[in-house]
């Protein structure tokens, strides 16, 4: 029996030897997705925000939105004290129409020298007068003229000054330059403002399409061109799955230290190049102007084929 059982166990081990010969080992596979780059960014607008503080130094008297306020261009955002530039928009309205009189009162005396001076020549040719009469009343109406040229100067200059005047009350109301969004207001009514001291008064958002700054490695610049398309995410926080296809539009061609890097030491010692996206649809509205988000520029390389081992 012995003899029999040895020889069922090698032919047994042999059936499994061929089986295990047959049967290939399981196929190897790549699963990496590999981008062209990644880059960290920030959500912004073309010319970023819009600071704007007093073009005057005076006192508000008026302050006409809040934060969050959506305003439109030329809506008013806050006044000045309009009675310094008023008198000089009244003195000036005054000189102007000090000028404009002058000049028709020269009209009227160059008319009348002018007939005058017509009756003393026909009056000299009929042989009823002396030419040197005539004479005279011709000098006299070329000087007139003159003087009418130094009074056309003069109500030119005096409606120059009407109208820096009226611009210099225009500056004391402060208005929209834009569409945009208040996001923050420094300005409160009675408050004395200067064009040199304090900071701004008004930080707006302009109602355009939000995009993209990237920080891109200098390493990577080659491998990244414009129009390639790119996926952008949000960097950290409760929404950092969600992601927005995108498109390059600008690569800058200076190279400076990040300014997204938190590591200081990482900071001074990275090398980037600018790079502008453009979201290819509207972000939704959690998107906000100032958050951090992830590039990845390009798209997935494909995963390797399944090869059979031989």
Known sequence: MKPLRLAALVAALLLAAGCS???????????TAAYAAVARGRVDV????????????????????????????????????PAPAQLQLQAAEAELAQAKAQRQLLDGKLAAVRVQAQR?????????????????????????????????AAVAMATQKR????????????????????VRVAAQT??????????????????TAPIV?????????????????????????????????????????VVGPSTLEDDPQLRANARTVACVLAFDAPPPADVRVGQRVLVRFGTPAAPAAPTKAR
């Open 46 to 81: 073309e010319g970023g925000l819009l600071v704007l503080g007093t073009p005057r130094d005076g006192t508000l008297t008026g302050v006409a939105v809040q934060e969050g306020d959506r305003v439109s261009k030329g809506q008013v955002l806050a006044t000045l004290d």
């Open 120 to 152: 003393l020549a026909d009056a000299a040719k009929a042989g009823a007068g002396d030419g040197q009469s005539a004479d005279a009343a011709a000098a006299s109406a070329n000087e007139l003229v003159a003087q009418q040229a130094a009074a056309d």
């Open 21 to 31: 010969h047959d049967s290939p080992p399981p196929a190897a596979t790549s699963t």
């Open 190 to 207: 009675g408050a004395s403002v200067s064009t040199t001291v304090g900071g701004p008064l008004f930080t707006l958002l302009p109602l």
């Open 163 to 182: 109208d820096a005047a009226r611009y210099e009350l225009g500056l004391r109301t402060l208005r929209a330059p834009v569409d945009a969004r208040v």
């Open 213 to 253: 700054r990237a920080e891109l490695s200098e390493s990577f610049v080659d491998a990244v061109k414009v129009g390639m398309p790119a996926t952008v995410s949000a960097d950290g926080g409760g929404n950092s799955t969600q992601s927005w296809p995108a498109h390059v539009l600008r690569i800058g061609s």
